[in-house]
């Protein structure tokens, strides 16, 4: 049985507003960023090691 299919990976680009949580030992990460598409932040997960605030990616 073949496995399904996954969608395309996508790039976000964003300016990081705030760590909500930081996991020191796995670099998980929570955080809010902004976008050029509304007002509204948007949640983001993953391993974000050595981010901070105010950063553009």
């Given at each position: 049985m073949n496995a399904p299919a996954r969608a395309p990976l996508a790039t976000l680009e964003a300016v990081l507003e705030r760590l909500t949580y930081v996991n020191e030992d796995t670099g998980y990460t929570?955080?809010?960023?902004?976008?050029?598409?509304g007002s509204?932040?948007?949640t983001v997960v993953?391993?974000?090691?050595?981010?901070?605030?105010?950063?553009?990616?």
């Open positions: 929570v955080a809010r960023v902004a976008t050029d598409r509204d932040l948007l993953g391993a974000l090691v050595g981010a901070q605030p105010g950063e553009w990616a």
